[in-house]
């Protein structure tokens, strides 16, 4: 493909609340097996992008350990490759990014040794399949300066969180805002640009040279009457993990045949690090019900309409609902939870009683296992 790719995933972000504490949100688990960054990375690759710099910044050791090896995605090739960029002081610099202008500015070198023609930029929050080739292709018959990826939200949907914008008859982007109070449009920017890589640079610059920081407010929308910014819809399945309430809908729909079909079962497949596990264990007692379970579990208890993730023991006499359970739990007997998602690497004390009442709670307990 005639592009390269840029994944933001340096972001900071206190509506996860504890589970932003110790990792990255493109580092957050989905469902079962893979990261949230995987989605963005198997997408680019399905779609021939050869090269690939991934933007990191907070919390990054568990994404950086993720990103260890490229071979996962098929990028460990002599052309192009993964490459990883953390803020670094240097003769010129010693601030952290800023804004997602600010970590492309940093790296700028990266653009200006590639010879790709255009630049697929994406974050690392999205769970979703696109083949950017399309993309691509729709950008060069509209002659854009920049293409934004967007989606019909439903009516009901809550989408001050997002980028809203306002498209004419022929798909031009008239108006735009960040993050609304109140949003007079429901069709929202799903955080995924192409650009010329010649135009990316002269704007970045400019960027840096007005000491202004952030893409979507110090380029896509301050240039929207004077470049050519169109939207490009898609109509299959996109979410944004950036909330608790996101992410666990988000993790939840793959409890959903037609999901898990989509993702897993359809080409182009989503790729992710393996890990060298046994199968799940499911011991005399067990009671397994719409869930998934990931490789390396044993289970003694009751499980229900629940994501279960990588090397989790659970008890006799268990009862998980509604809810998930992250890698390397280990839950005692007699435990009851619901409607809650249990950070990982935790042990959780026998006979305990956790269940979300008034939204998704968050269980972290740090006790330390008794070998009996």
């Not at 990792?23 to 198997?42: E, Q, T």
């Not at 306002?166 to 069709?187: C, G, L």
């Amino acid at each position: 493909m005639r592009a390269i790719g840029i994944i933001l995933a340096g972001g900071n972000n206190n509506k996860m609340r504890e589970l932003s504490s110790k990792r990255a949100i493109a580092a957050m688990p989905i469902a079962g097996c893979y990261r949230s960054i995987d989605f963005s990375l198997s997408n680019m690759s399905n779609s021939h992008i050869q090269k690939v710099a991934v933007l990191t910044q907070y919390n990054a050791k568990s994404l950086n350990e993720h990103l260890s090896s490229s071979k996962w995605w098929d990028f460990g090739r002599k052309q192009g490759g993964l490459f990883v960029f953390t803020p670094t002081i240097t003769v010129d610099n010693s601030w952290w990014f800023r804004g997602t202008a600010d970590a492309i500015y940093q790296n700028l070198s990266f653009l200006k040794n590639s010879h790709e023609p255009y630049v697929v930029i994406a974050s690392g929050d999205g769970i979703y399949k696109l083949d950017f080739n399309k993309v691509l292709e729709y950008h060069i018959s509209k002659k854009a300066d920049v293409t934004v990826v967007c989606k019909d939200m439903p009516s009901n949907e809550d989408v001050s969180r997002f980028g809203v914008l306002k498209m004419n008859e022929d798909a031009r982007i008239e108006e735009f805002d960040e993050k609304p109070m109140v949003a007079k449009s429901n069709t929202i920017s799903t955080g995924i640009y192409v650009i010329r890589r010649r135009q990316l640079i002269e704007l970045i610059e400019r960027c840096a040279g007005e000491d202004r920081h952030d893409f979507v407010k110090d380029i896509l929308i301050r240039y929207k009457n004077l470049k050519r910014i169109y939207g490009y819809k898609i109509k299959d399945y996109w979410s944004n993990i950036s909330t608790v309430e996101s992410y666990f809908k988000t993790n939840m729909d793959f409890l959903k045949p037609e999901i898990r079909d989509y993702f897993f079962r359809q080409y182009p497949d989503i790729y992710s690090k393996v890990d060298d596990l046994p199968p799940a264990k499911y011991n005399p007692g067990a009671d397994v019900k719409n869930s998934l379970i990931s490789s390396g579990c044993i289970i003694n208890g009751q499980v229900e309409n629940s994501i279960v993730f990588k090397k989790v023991f659970v008890g006799n006499n268990c009862v998980i609902k509604n809810s998930i359970i992250l890698n390397d739990v280990y839950l005692g007997d007699n435990i009851h939870i619901e409607n809650c998602i249990v950070e990982s690497r935790d042990t959780i004390r026998a006979n305990s009683y956790h269940c979300g009442e008034d939204g998704i709670k968050i269980v972290v307990e740090k006790n330390e296992r008794y070998v009996l």
